[in-house]
T-cell receptor, first 111, second 115 residues
Framework: GQQLNQSPQSMFIQEGEDVSMNCTSSSIFNTWLWYKQDPGEGPVLLIALYKAGELTSNGRLTAQFGITRKDSFLNISASIPSDVGIYFCAGQKGSQGNLIFGKGTKLSVKP | NAGVTQTPKFQVLKTGQSMTLQCAQDMNHEYMSWYRQDPGMGLRLIHYSVGAGITDQGEVPNGYNVSRSTTEDFPLRLLSAAPSQTSVYFC??????????????FGEGSRLTVL
């Protein structure tokens, strides 16, 4: 099936550091979304992107929709312990298409 | 608001047993779906539904059945459980209305172990 390549697979960082992760695809998507999953919970939407080149922030999080529509990245600035979790990118073709998820980036933050 | 509710949260089955994972949402969402999450594999779509009476297969449908008799409920049935179906299962829903964000709302997950 169709796949999104999400990297890195895991990150171990010190509190206060900035984090960057990205997703790439061989296909074009109309929507990119970034989710976070806390341990033992379901994923929750962080940021949704709808236009190529769009740059959107949500607090310390910033995400961008790549110009080619085949990639997206998520940055977290000044990480804190509660940023721990798994971050997933997801792409959607059209307004009613199923979401295709990346394999996730597991983030660990050392106080 | 309850959102998306899944039951049970934990279940242990023996190979060959059948069971149903329940999913209910109270947001009047037309679209409902089931994903499985396995380590290193991300979230993979099993089945989905765009409305009552309509279901379709996702990426990994084998061994699972679904039905959608009401807008609110979307149960997932394992017909004859196999160890390969040991996983965490998530139900998710969203609106299909024009102008919707495409955001999927997830339940808390059902952790299934097949021995």
């Amino acid at each position: 099936g169709q796949q999104l390549n999400q990297s890195p697979q895991s990150m171990f960082i010190q509190e206060g550091e900035d984090v960057s992760m990205n997703c790439t695809s061989s296909s074009i998507f109309n929507t990119w979304l970034w989710y976070k999953q806390d341990p033992g919970e379901g994923p929750v939407l962080l940021i949704a992107l709808y236009k190529a080149g769009e740059l959107t922030s949500n607090g310390r999080l910033t995400a961008q929709f790549g110009i080619t529509r085949k990639d997206s990245f998520l940055n977290i600035s000044a990480s804190i312990p509660s940023d721990v979790g798994i971050y997933f990118c997801a792409g959607q073709k059209g307004s009613q298409g199923n979401l295709i998820f990346g394999k996730g980036t597991k983030l660990s933050v050392k106080p | 608001n309850a959102g998306v509710t899944q039951t049970p949260k934990f279940q242990v089955l023996k190979t060959g047993q059948s069971m149903t994972l329940q999913c209910a949402q109270d947001m009047n969402h037309e679209y409902m779906s089931w994903y499985r999450q396995d380590p290193g594999m991300g979230l993979r779509l099993i089945h989905y539904s765009v409305g009552a009476g309509i279901t379709d297969q996702g990426e990994v449908p084998n061994g699972y059945n679904v039905s959608r008799s009401t807008t609110e409920d979307f149960p997932l049935r394992l017909l004859s459980a196999a160890p390969s179906q040991t996983s965490v299962y998530f139900c998710a829903s969203r609106t299909r209305l024009a102008g919707g964000t495409g955001e999927l709302f997830f339940g808390e997950g059902s952790r299934l172990t097949v021995l």
